[in-house]
């Protein structure tokens, strides 16, 4: 995009879809969408300074494009491409150019379950009680030095790309600086990332190191219980903590009382998860 | 494609295995599609009653394995838990999770789902179809 290039919001060629191109810079106004347009396309777009808080878009892509101090505050995405293949037509496969926000605001905002994230990248934008969950799409995206808060359920991110590596030009996704200490973390997944490299913890958990290690020295606890139902769930548990830890975070892992049975009592929880934080030094407090 | 998942309610177990083919909507049996939107019914209903998950006893197997439909039975206190959500906590609750005006309807429609379900001394089920 050729930052000299007037902003222009227009229908697209292809007459079968609702949503409109923008192509160019806009910066310090509001972004409207025209009266009976669900969504909006950005293609190499620029938007510094841009208000869109409180806009509903039925469609919202964008394709090799900038956001730069954006609000997004109440905003709701109906469906959602943050990092689109294209801004149009059939995607060559060949090149896949990425999207950035930096600086954004997404408070309160509403992002759709299954939200394609595609190849975006975002640099310290706020999340700050947003409706993040269900967003397992999120296979080529990057967040450096953003803040997450409130809750955050069902979630994976990604340090591999899955695929299309050759396209993204890249082989691993940069995810560094996060900050997680106001976060509630629910059935989030950290693939291939180094957790050290965040901030830690949220309230309650604990980053810890030889989760193996951990889940063994603690097992024999387990047995001590009297009730059958509890030992199965804890272990079963554990089971999945230690497989997740080493098969995607060198044996680390990001822990808190339901990750030891979300099922057991919470004195069980609770007992079970002080042992497990004190069978070896953790890397950092919970 | 995902999973369909339909709860219903029904007055016993027989009645129940009815819908295994096809689903209660098939059997005329009251239902709510839950397809895509609720995975476990009882951490929905620990969220919205404030209770811990453990409080809820497990979903009881009617008919099930792992390839074809299956069918569960919710324990009664899951249940009653959820048939005693009022109004006012459903609207705290979508203003929490920022839930739209579908979504909103749908667990309203659960919530009274549960609510037949206690009026009518019947049980409250979940059918499943991989």
């Known amino acids: ?286 | 494609m995902g999973a369909l998942v339909d709860y219903f309610t029904a007055d016993s177990d027989p009645s129940a295995r009815r819908a295994l083919s096809a689903g209660p909507g098939a059997v005329d049996l009251p239902y709510v599609d839950c397809k895509g939107w609720l995975d476990e019914l009882d951490t929905l209903v620990a969220e919205l009653s404030g209770r811990d998950l453990s409080e809820f006893g497990d979903a009881e197997t009617v008919v099930g394995d792992d390839e074809g439909p299956a069918l569960e039975r919710m324990a009664s206190e899951t249940v009653e838990a959820l048939a005693a959500v009022d109004d006012a906590r459903l609207r705290e609750y979508a203003e929490e999770e920022l839930l739209d005006e579908f979504e909103v309807e749908q667990f309203t429609a659960l919530r009274d789902l549960a609510r037949t379900a206690i009026r009518l001394n019947q049980g409250m089920y979940c059918w499943m179809c991989p």
């Open chain 1, 1 to 286: 995009m050729s930052a000299s290039e007037r902003f222009s919001l227009r229908p697209s060629p292809e007459e079968w879809r609702r949503d409109w191109i923008a192509r160019g810079e806009l910066r310090d106004q509001r972004f409207e969408l025209p009266p009976g347009v669900p969504g909006v396309c950005f293609d190499r777009a620029r938007l510094v300074n841009v208000d869109f808080s409180g806009t509903r878009f039925a469609d919202f892509s964008s394709h090799s494009s900038e956001f730069e101090g954006c609000d997004f505050t109440g905003a709701t995405f109906e469906h959602l491409s943050m990092g689109a293949t294209a801004a149009g037509g059939t995607w060559d496969r060949v090149s896949w150019p990425q999207s950035v926000f930096r600086d954004c605001v997404f408070r309160r905002t509403r992002f759709a379950p299954l939200t394609s994230f595609g190849n975006v990248r975002f640099e310290r934008c706020v999340f700050d009680r947003a409706r993040l969950r269900q967003q397992t799409f999120t296979m080529q995206a990057e967040f450096l030095d953003c803040v997450f808060s409130g809750r955050l359920r069902e979630i994976n991110f990604w340090g591999r790309p899955m695929d299309e590596q050759a396209a993204l030009g890249r082989e691993r996704n940069a995810f560094t600086g996060n900050d997680f200490t106001a976060a509630e973390l629910d059935d989030v997944a950290f693939r291939h990332i180094d957790l050290h490299a965040q901030r830690w913890p949220p309230p309650g958990c604990a980053l810890l190191d030889r989760v193996t290690a951990r889940v063994r020295a603690v097992l024999p606890l387990v047995e001590t219980w009297p009730v059958e139902k509890h030992r199965e769930k804890a272990r079963f548990s554990l089971e999945f903590l230690a497989g997740n830890a080493v098969e995607r975070n060198d044996d680390h892992a990001v822990v808190s009382p339901p990750d030891m049975g979300r099922r057991l009592p919470p004195a069980l929880r609770e007992e079970l998860f002080e042992a497990f934080r004190g069978t070896s030094s953790s890397t950092s407090p919970g």
